[in-house]
């Protein structure tokens, strides 16, 4: 039995992918805007983690390599979190990172 791996179909960048999908103007716009504001949301969690790890590094005056070995990351991935880039990690790697500096990170739910 063979599986299908091509794409039969793309939606084009800048169209609804909701109303590709076959939902109505109205559900696709409000499903759209759902996603935007959980991927927003997600971002800024990433982004606000990422900034303490940076935060970290520089308030110990650490060289990459000494922060990628205490974090457990590559030195070039260092520089994603000295740069602030917490959307190259997921949230988790975030937390985990976190912890290794002894942060402990809390969770409120809104």
């Known amino acids: 039995m063979a599986i ?6 793309m939606t084009p960048a800048g169209v609804n ?3 590709d999908l076959g939902f109505t103007p ?4 409000k499903l759209k805007a759902d996603s935007q504001r959980i991927i927003s949301s997600k971002r800024a969690l990433q982004n ?3 900034t303490e790890l940076a935060a970290w590094i520089e308030a110990n005056d650490l060289m990459p390599a000494d922060a990628a070995q205490i974090l457990g990351i590559t030195r070039q991935r260092v520089s994603d979190v000295i740069d602030k880039n917490g959307t190259e990690f997921s949230i988790d ?3 985990d990172m976190l912890a290794r ?3 402990r990170v809390s969770i409120c739910v809104a």
């Open 101 to 103: 500096t002894g942060k």
């Open 26 to 29: 109205e559900e696709a716009t």
């Open 48 to 50: 606000h983690l990422a």
């Open 17 to 19: 992918v909701f109303s």
């Open 4 to 9: 299908e791996t091509k794409s039969m179909h």
């Open 93 to 95: 790697s975030l937390v």
